[in-house]
């Protein structure tokens, strides 16, 4: 192997890793936005930034972003709502984290610890893995 063609490799993986990290942020935020619709029956920039401990600032630049993205609606000085995409990918997230979580507690991993490991293994998993933790899960656990 050359050494351009090992930059070349090195420089996929990291814009790789880079694309799943806006991904992961985007679930994080979508996710987080459903759940407080759902909670308060609104969500707001100052909700999020709170929940996220981020600044105002860092969030409404993200939520701009989401709405770029077609995952939110939102005006000024109102809340923030979930388009169908987004909703879906809230849905997909929150599957996906559910899934994690249950596994690692059938693993015998404490609530506390399987609730801050499930946050980021559930962007990073493959649908192959997921569906390993599901079956593995189902049968470690009775009934």
Known sequence: MTEATGAAR???AFQRMRDAHSTEMAEDYVELI???IVETGEARLTDLAENLGVTHATAAKVVQ??????LVESRPYRS?????AGETMATASRER???VLQFLLAMG????????DSE???????????EMFERLT?????G
């Open 10 to 12: 090195r420089a996929a």
């Open 34 to 36: 459903g759940d407080l």
């Open 65 to 70: 972003r989401l709405a770029r993205e077609g």
């Open 80 to 84: 923030i709502f979930l388009t169908q």
């Open 97 to 99: 984290h559910r899934i």
């Open 109 to 116: 991993v404490s609530e506390r610890v399987a609730e801050a």
């Open 120 to 130: 980021g293994i559930e962007h990073h998993v493959s649908a192959e893995t997921l």
């Open 138 to 142: 189902r049968e470690r656990t009775p």
